[in-house]
């Protein structure tokens, strides 16, 4: 079976089984009055209601509101604090601190809200292990196609990206999860 279209006669099951663009999300949110904001995750989320419900879902997100950078003075002995968000004021303490070669990677961006409690000294400090670990990242849930291109060339070092991504077009059109398999190998065959 080939991958349906996205249209609001699809029934949710048969959406949640096949892979889509968030620009295809976004372009059905718009065509159905609903709204366009989030992550890619969030408007599945919100598809999937409304395939479901006929309805809008109402999720109302929680924003904190943080001080204005410019006026906050972040020295190695300040907290961190709750709901940490990237700013420019902070970016400029860490270029400060660390270097320009300093950007607000995921994983560090976890770490720091995941150590409300602890300093920026801290901070410093993990940003640095957390470079010069070997360790690879998680690629999170949303973005399968980068964890399908990692899995593929752990296992085929000698294929070139044009073969994986023929591969990834041939497996985000079938039906089921978009996880590299050996058989999507198959498709270069042909």
């Known amino acids: 079976m080939t991958r349906p279209q996205l249209t609001k006669d699809l029934k949710s099951e048969d959406f949640k089984e ?17 709204k366009t904001s989030g992550n890619k995750g969030e408007l599945e989320e919100r598809i999937a209601y409304f395939l ?7 999720s109302k997100r929680i924003k904190c509101i943080s001080k ?3 006026s906050e ?13 990237c700013s420019e004021g902070k970016r400029k303490f860490f270029e400060k601190e660390i270097g ?21 000294e801290d901070a410093i400090n993990a ?17 399968q196609y980068n964890q399908y291109i990692r899995d593929f060339f752990e296992d085929n070092c000698d294929k070139t990206l044009k073969e994986a991504i023929e591969c990834w077009k041939y497996k985000k059109s079938m039906k ?15």
Not at 108 to 115: D, I, R, Y
Not at 176 to 190: A, F, M, Q, T, V
Request: charged fraction near 40%; charge should be positive.
């Open 68 to 70: 204005n950078d410019s």
């Open 100 to 120: 320009n070669s300093f950007k607000f990677k995921v994983k560090f961006q976890k770490w720091l809200k995941a150590n409300p409690d602890k300093t920026y």
């Open 176 to 190: 089921g999860h978009n996880r590299y398999e050996k058989s999507d190998l198959e498709i270069l065959k042909k």
């Open 73 to 85: 003075k972040i020295t190695l002995e300040s907290k961190i604090g709750e709901n940490f968000r």
């Open 52 to 58: 479901d419900t006929g309805k809008s879902l109402n």
């Open 18 to 34: 096949y892979y889509f663009l968030k620009e295809e999300l976004k372009e059905f949110c718009r065509e159905n009055g609903l």
């Open 127 to 143: 940003y640095l292990e957390i470079q010069n670990s070997k360790e690879k990242s998680k690629i999170d849930k949303q973005f």
